[in-house]
């Protein structure tokens, strides 16, 4: 069982900056697509941000372009969304998700074509 675990959420002021990072367990991590989807209060799921699963390739929501950044280590396991320049419409549960995928270089962007997900990390920007 592929298992994802975010930490980095917390409480920021507006302008500040955040590191949300994603832990992958077992083996396959280099073979995923991954991607960044947050969720605030009684709205829908929405996509962040996403990364190949070769590193080479990114893609961003339009809210987000320019402040967030999305990065991985295969070496680690690990998806980093590093986010400056919060602001109080970030604030949501942010989750990571992990795609299968045999093309190395596709990202996704819609929640359907991700096969795992994380339970989840809070952040909160305060005005």
């Known amino acids: 069982q592929v298992q994802l675990v975010e930490s980095g959420g917390g409480l920021v002021q507006v302008g500040g900056s955040l590191r949300l990072s994603c832990a992958v367990s077992?083996?396959?991590?280099?073979?995923?697509?991954m991607g960044w989807f947050r969720q605030a209060p009684g709205k829908e799921r929405e996509f962040v941000a996403a990364i190949s699963a070769s590193g080479g390739n990114t893609y961003y929501q339009d809210s987000v372009k320019g402040r967030f950044t999305i990065s991985r280590d295969n070496a680690k396991n690990t998806v980093y969304l590093q986010m400056n320049s919060l602001k109080p419409e970030d604030t949501a549960v942010y989750y990571c998700?992990?795609?299968?995928?045999?093309?190395?270089?596709?990202?996704?962007?819609?929640?359907?074509?991700?096969?795992?997900w994380g339970q989840g990390t809070q952040v909160t920007v305060s005005s």
């Open positions: 077992g083996r396959a991590f280099s073979s995923y697509g």
């Open positions: 998700a992990a795609a299968r995928t045999y093309y190395s270089g596709r990202v996704y962007s819609t929640s359907e074509s991700y096969d795992y």
